[in-house]
């Protein structure tokens, strides 16, 4: 038995076969799994899941990706789908360096044109940064202030994550999701109370750091998950992903750890229902 923690089972992907995608989780022992908020109608999505299926549960947040779209003050919103006992968390929220404007951006963020100055792209980046960082910030307090912990995006921006999550120590946990940087810098993470969660990214070929990371994480301080649709598990790789591939990625934890599928599935279950504790429900 084991969960997937990281889904996003409100994407269309799934609009064509989502029983079966559920079934075959159930099959493959995929107990629970969290659908993962990454705006208000999505996180509405999630929660509407959650009411129709037994094994699903929902986190709720604004990722930071989309900062721009967000409206200016999500508190209000999101402290009413907390009311919800199946949601379970706050998420994904964080910071996102990789898709700033300068970067080409993501959809949503004004795309500054190639001949702009070198001065204004740079503009761009620092206006899109603080807006993440603000809606990070509201959503962290959200999290503090229902009892909730959070489901962390970072990229590219480690140590910023890390510095606004520091005054929360104590409030709330973290779980740093998609979990890709060193063991030093799990170490930080765990410092801090928090936890990391490892994809399928573990069974590429070219995943070695991520396995050295988990080999050195102990158990009982990380969680299993899909990122699903993206990042399917290596027979999968390349393909729509889904919370039955759990399954191969905890094979490959399992070994790297060196240990069982029993004592890999005891300990990530039993962290996953402690950061989660609205989990059992
Ligand atoms: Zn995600």
Not at 205 to 211: A, E, M, S, T
Not at 224 to 241: H, I, Q, S
Request: aromatic share 8%.
């Amino acid at each position: 038995m084991f969960y997937d923690t990281h889904a996003h089972l409100d994407y269309p992907d799934y609009k064509n076969d989502f029983d079966e995608v559920i079934a075959r989780a159930q099959v493959a022992g995929v107990s629970k799994m969290i659908s993962i908020g990454t705006s208000l109608d999505s996180s509405e999505r999630a929660i509407r899941l959650a009411d129709k299926f037994p094994a699903i549960y929902a986190a709720v947040g604004w990722h930071p990706s989309d900062a721009l779209k967000a409206p200016s003050d999500l508190r209000p919103a999101l402290r009413e789908m907390c009311k919800h006992p199946k949601v379970v968390a706050i998420g994904e929220i964080g910071l996102d360096y990789h898709h700033l404007p300068s970067s080409g951006g993501d959809a949503s963020s004004p795309n500054q044109s190639i001949e702009a100055a070198g001065r204004s792209i740079h503009a761009g980046d620092a206006a899109n940064k603080q807006r993440q960082a603000d809606i990070f910030q509201q959503q962290l307090e959200v999290a503090a202030e229902t009892g909730l912990n959070c489901v962390i995006h970072q990229r590219d921006a480690f140590d910023d994550t890390l510095a606004q999550l520091k005054p929360f120590a104590g409030k709330l946990r973290g779980v740093f999701h998609c979990f890709g940087e060193n063991a030093d810098r799990m170490r930080r993470v765990l410092d801090l109370g928090s936890l990391v969660s490892f994809t399928g990214i573990v069974t590429f070929k070219n995943g070695q750091n991520v396995r050295d990371t988990v080999a050195a994480t102990p158990l009982g301080q990380f969680m299993l998950e899909t990122d699903c649709p993206y990042l399917a598990p290596v027979p999968y790789r390349g393909r729509r992903c889904e919370p039955a591939y759990v399954k191969e990625i905890s094979e490959t934890v399992a070994q790297v750890k060196n240990c069982s599928l029993e004592e890999l599935s005891a300990a990530t279950c039993e962290a996953a229902r402690d950061f989660f504790p609205r989990l059992v429900a």
